[in-house]
């Protein structure tokens, strides 16, 4: 059997015994499709069986999560924690708090972070959890009522050396705070068993912008590269949240014109662009809890809201996607690629969908893929478990220079291991194999776990 063979066997089969995890199946796919001339190199690797233990979670808790709503009713949640691979460190992730969250959607996500993890080159392995529990419209009663009883169970499966959850989508540092307070309380110990903690109980400066600037880090050696820069190109990004609010705020500084933000509700449209007025509106917006980007247009008159639309239609330079899995698709690819943008930056996890990934690929567009491009917000967070780890707190250009460091090397890594395998520029496969490779060598040497 050739390796394609045995790669296409092992997705197969893996489709076959998880029925029903779509976005599990699109990561998955994703990353073992370009393992295979590493594979090709590696038949140890296949004879231990790594592809099969790799997409196998260690470990998965799903329980539920009771809490009584401001009315006084009784309502249920189900809480999870995926604890996909140790290999190469506790398990690390983020726990995300949204309406449409299954399991499939956690395994996706945990999936991803095993590579990501690994390609920031701290000791981190693997994990994701979360909620169905919407955020949107509830009391902040109702938001700390939650949290402690998802923590109630939670705190049972984590731990310092174990597993150290972090924020993600509707979960900020009010909901670290709320988790934080309900574990320390029943544990009885101070520990840095959450990541995104505030700066005065262990937090480290930095976190919260950090996914942003990471990624604006790593398209400044992408533009590098090409011998480009980033002053005066045209942004597009997506989102309003805190990762977008990092990346403008960054991409801003460094003279990039960005142009677009957007919600659920549309997008706006800013020909002038943001400025740091307009970065920092981002999150009242984000505060006010609506979950909408039109009120955007009208605090700032000369942007524009632009209903139930997706902001690559706008002609821009550079698009950089900050907001949710399969936000951008084929139909959108080519929009971008008409109106010549020139690099795509995946800032959420598996924003853009298979077919925009290859139409990128073959308009020879330089496309970052989010495992790599979104690692500064884990990353830091690894920094924050440094900091806990010695009892102390690094100012804010410590940490902002390592995570510089670490974006570079990132950005250096994917494409030295794209040219190992003869595709040279293609930091999609650089980023799969050179997270993978490390994460399977640690497997190897620990024996059949
Ligand atoms: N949720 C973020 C991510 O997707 C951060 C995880 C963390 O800091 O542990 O990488």
């Known amino acids: 059997m050739s390796t394609k063979e045995y790669v296409d066997k092992v997705i197969a089969e893996v489709k076959a015994k998880t029925a029903g995890e779509t976005e599990f199946h699109q990561a998955m796919e994703e990353v073992l499709n370009t393992l295979v001339p590493y594979l090709d190199k590696h038949p140890e690797m296949i004879k231990a069986k790594i592809l099969e233990r790799i997409t196998e979670p260690e470990r998965t808790v799903m329980f539920r999560v009771p809490w009584v709503d401001d009315k006084g009713e009784v309502q249920v949640n189900r809480g999870y924690r995926v604890e996909f691979n140790s290999a190469i460190g506790p398990y690390k992730g983020g726990l995300r708090f949204a309406k449409q969250v299954t399991l499939g959607t956690l395994k996706f996500l945990g999936f991803e972070q095993i590579f990501k993890n690994s390609l920031t080159s701290l000791p981190m392995g693997g994990g994701k959890g979360g909620s169905d529990f919407d955020p949107v419209g509830k009391s902040d009663a109702e938001v700390m009522r939650f949290c402690q009883s998802f923590m109630t169970e939670l705190c049972k499966y984590i731990g310092p050396n174990t597993d150290v959850p972090a924020g993600d989508l509707g979960v900020g ?45 790593f398209l400044c050696e992408m533009l590098k590269a090409k011998g480009d820069s980033i002053k005066g190109k045209t942004i597009a990004i997506s989102g309003f949240g805190n990762v977008s609010w990092g990346t403008a705020k960054k991409a801003v500084e460094l003279g990039a014109k960005v142009v677009t933000i957007s919600g659920p509700d549309g997008y706006i449209y800013d020909p ?39 902001p690559w239609e706008v002609k821009c330079d550079i698009a950089m996607t900050c907001a949710l899995q399969n936000e951008l698709k084929g139909e959108d690819a080519k929009a971008l690629i008409a109106n010549g943008v020139k690099y795509v930056v995946e ?17 020879n567009i330089p496309f970052a893929p989010g495992k790599a491009a979104n690692a500064g917000g884990v990353a830091t967070s690894g920094l924050e478990m440094a900091q806990n780890g010695e009892h102390l707190y690094w100012t804010a250009e410590e940490v902002d220079r390592q995570l510089h460091n670490i974006m570079i090397n990132i950005h250096d890594a994917c494409l030295s291991a794209a040219k190992e395998v003869g595709q040279e520029g293609n930091y999609q496969v650089g980023a799969n194999i050179a997270g993978f490779r490390k994460v399977a060598k640690a497997m190897m040497d620990q024996g059949i776990v």
Do not use: D
């Not at 800032?347 to 308009?363: Q, R, T």
């Open 173 to 217: 540092g009010r909901e670290i705070g709320y988790m934080f307070g309900q574990y320390k309380r029943i544990r009885n110990e101070f520990t840095g068993v959450l990541t995104g903690k505030g700066h005065e109980w262990g937090g480290s400066l930095i976190r919260p912008e950090a996914t942003g600037y990471g990624a604006v880090y």
């Open 272 to 310: 002038e662009g943001l400025n740091e007025e307009k970065v920092a509106y981002l999150l009242e917006l984000r505060g006010s809890g609506k979950n909408i980007a039109s009120p955007y247009a009208e605090k700032f008159p000369g942007s524009k809201f632009i209903a139930g639309k997706k």
């Open 347 to 363: 800032v959420s996890n598996m924003g853009c969908n298979a077919e925009a990934i290859e139409l990128f690929h073959k308009a």
